[in-house]
């Protein structure tokens, strides 16, 4: 199915995945309370599905004691590598150093906060045959107060338009894709546009989706740094620029 072709949601997965390996990985800012369960259910969920796994989490200078839980986590399991960002770095930081750092073919990655269940990990695995490449999650109900839920699909709406993009769920950061896609030129974006640059650039390289439901929960601790006028004013800056550069002067 090319990105000319309508998404399809799927059905609960039967089959192995047909290559060999995935690198999992996790952005952490100030998510000390939820990682470490995070790290270990992603393991639970994949390993056994996989030839080969790697989990990779991105410390991007947490305060919150991230480093010492991460620290402590890597020294018990051999399978898990931590890079640690002296400094913040932004989302699309964070995801830039976790993605260059992925060695296997397929990468996996989801949020450190907890409100993707990375057990479910363990649906996108199977769905990622050969005539696959992308396999996009989408949130069944946004599990965020109200606010938050109409400004996510009023952002959904503006950027599929702006930027030609499938798929129903453009910011679910839940997505296991052919590392390819980006090897040879690394996204760029450091706050969270990078979620629309990706899914940009997957549309020009004629990338093939499936879609899959997943669950979305209510941030179990700590608050979201999108909402901040910081970085809503990066994100601004950065959405118009990237646009400009991918849809205007392509």
Known sequence: MTLDSTIAPVAEPQQRLTAPSVSAFFPCYNDATTIGRLVDDVHQA???????????????????GSREVLDDLAAARSWL???????????????????????????????????YDALEAARLVPLATGEVDVVQGYKLV????????????????????????????????????????????????????????????FTDSAARFV?????????????????????????????????WTTVVRR
């Open 142 to 201: 946004r599990g965020d107060s109200m606010t938050r839920k109409v400004i996510g699909r009023a952002y959904h709406h503006l950027v599929k338009r702006m930027f030609g993009l499938p798929g129903r769920d453009t910011d679910c950061d839940f997505r296991l894709f052919r590392r390819s896609l980006i090897a040879d030129d690394m996204l760029t974006s450091t706050s969270g546009v990078i979620c629309v640059e990706m899914m940009r650039r």
């Open 211 to 243: 879609e899959t439901p997943v669950h979305h929960y209510p941030r179990p601790s700590g608050r979201s740094q999108f909402f901040r006028l910081p970085s809503l004013l990066r994100t601004a800056r950065q959405l118009w620029s990237l646009w």
């Open 81 to 115: 590598r931590v890079i640690h960002h002296p400094a913040n770095r932004g989302y699309g930081g964070a995801l830039i150093s976790g993605f260059t750092a992925a060695r296997n073919d397929w990468i996996f990655y989801t949020d450190g906060d907890g409100q």
């Open 46 to 64: 994949l390993a056994p599905l996989v030839a080969d796994l790697e989990v990779i989490v991105v410390n991007d200078g947490s305060t919150d």
